[in-house]
């Protein structure tokens, strides 16, 4: 299922979410504290108390069409349009009916899932911060359960930050601990930083509790091109050890190159 992107500014939520999002946003090493333009916030899902189970459903693994304000490149592929996915993923190949539940490891050759209907599948070029069954309701509403994307205009280079704030279908929602959302122990936190001084270039962070309880699912890249396929991947233990909060992981698509850091 994909929707045709036509979001709105929602006025006092979205200055809300922005403070509260702003401590994870990145600069650059040699960066002076940040100034400048007013980001453009702009939210694809977010649950409320008035979000039905009607909406979720149309909602839930469904793609977003998002035209952006630069282009995003993967491997050499460069698009001014993306499909954003609930489920973790972003795509510069246009997804059609491409299911993605459930998730598999990486890489993943589109052309081939024919043959697996009962696993999930992703297109050929895209980028996975974390590729897992997410669900925007929970069993008390929060305003912590979103996805959303901000547009820094030319500041540091112009770029974006598509922000994921979850629950993950595989983990009990306990709404009762101390968590932003209603999902309890299944709220899932990540992002995906891109630039566009620096095409190809990927920071995803993942600033999530640690008390975050079995967190899975899988971390990549890939461009499944006939002929010259590429992928990287990370194994998720390594971005996320048990008792530590989670490092940051870099995929660099131009040299093929990933860099894993504490957090």
Known sequence: MIFDHKAAFLGAVVLLITTASSAFIPTRPDAAPQTGPTPHVTYIWQSSESTTDAEVHDTDDAWIKVDLEIPITIFGKTSNVAWFSMNGIISIDDPKDIRTVPERSLPVDPAACASTPEKGCIP????????????????????????????????????????????????????????????????????????????????????????????????????????????????????????????????????????????
Not at 128 to 140: E, G, I, N, T
């Open 124 to 263: 050929a070029t895209a980028i996975v911060p974390l590729w897992r069954d997410f669900s925007m309701k929970a069993k008390s509403p929060g305003l912590g359960v979103f996805m959303v994307y901000t547009y820094h205009p030319p500041l540091y280079g112009p770029h974006y930050h598509i922000v994921w704030g979850l629950c993950d279908k595989a983990v009990s929602m306990d709404p009762t601990s101390n968590f932003p959302s209603g999902c309890g122990k299944a709220y899932r936190y990540f992002r995906l930083t891109f630039y566009s001084d620096n095409p190809g270039y990927f920071m995803l962070e993942y600033p999530m509790s640690q008390d975050s309880e079995n967190v899975g699912g899988f971390i990549g890249v890939q461009s499944m091109q006939p002929g010259n396929p590429q992928s990287m991947t990370v194994n998720f233990s390594d971005v996320c050890k048990p008792g530590k909060p989670c490092g940051k992981v870099f995929f660099d698509t131009k040299t093929s190159n990933t860099t894993i850091t504490p957090s």
